[in-house]
């Protein structure tokens, strides 16, 4: 067996449902993502992981608790991207003061830089590569910071990540083909 990230994204919220950025708000499930957190528990039943990490924000720890795994690890490290001002704002609500605005070239106002949740990635991808051996490991977090560590993985700059959509209550799969590192499965819903 080869060395494997499994990266998970957690349920809805109701500011992933309206597109709201949210970074360090510390937002429940809806209803809808707590099923499909459960879901995820039936897609990765039968998966075994040398270790299971997860943001300690409570939409990622929750995700994981109703996925089946109760002794995960709170790693800070896998915290969404902090967007400072932005927070809780839609892209549309950001566009009407700065119409040109893309995160993933302009970042945030009195947040982090891309280059600061690079680092956090990298720190992550050091310790779950550590932890899996030659095994697997499961990352329960948020969309932006999973991108970016996807991105990083591949030896990609952070911005990178722009082309890697994740939705919700999805699950991905970062490996090795031979000695170069891969994406093999990408964004999977139950």
């Not at 109701?14 to 459960?38: F, V, Y």
């Not at 528990?41 to 998966?47: A, D, E, K, S, V």
């Not at 591949?154 to 082309?163: K, N, P, Q």
Request: hydrophobic share 40%; glycine share 8%; net charge neutral.
């Amino acid at each position: 067996m080869t060395t494997e990230l499994w990266l998970v994204r957690h349920g809805e919220t109701e500011w992933s449902k309206t597109g709201q950025h949210t970074g360090r708000t510390d937002l429940p499930l809806t209803a809808a993502g707590e099923t499909k957190a459960r879901e995820l528990g039936r897609l990765l039943q039968g998966q075994k992981f040398a270790a299971v990490l997860t943001s300690p924000l409570r939409r990622a720890s929750e995700t994981c608790r109703l996925a089946g795994f109760e002794n995960a690890i709170a790693d800070p490290d896998l915290q969404e991207w902090d967007y400072g001002a932005y927070e809780g704002k839609t892209t549309n609500d950001i566009k009407k003061d700065r119409p040109d605005w893309d995160l993933w070239r302009d970042g945030v106002i009195g947040g982090e830089s891309i280059e600061d949740v690079a680092r956090r990635a990298d720190k992550v991808i050091t310790a779950a590569v550590f932890l899996a051996g030659s095994g697997r490991v499961a990352l329960f977090a948020h969309g932006h910071i999973l991108r970016i560590l996807a991105a990083r993985w591949l030896g990609l700059d952070a911005r990178s990540a722009s082309l890697f959509a994740l939705t919700t209550s999805s699950v991905s799969v970062l490996s090795y083909e031979r000695e170069t590192r891969v994406i093999s499965r990408w964004n999977q819903t139950p």
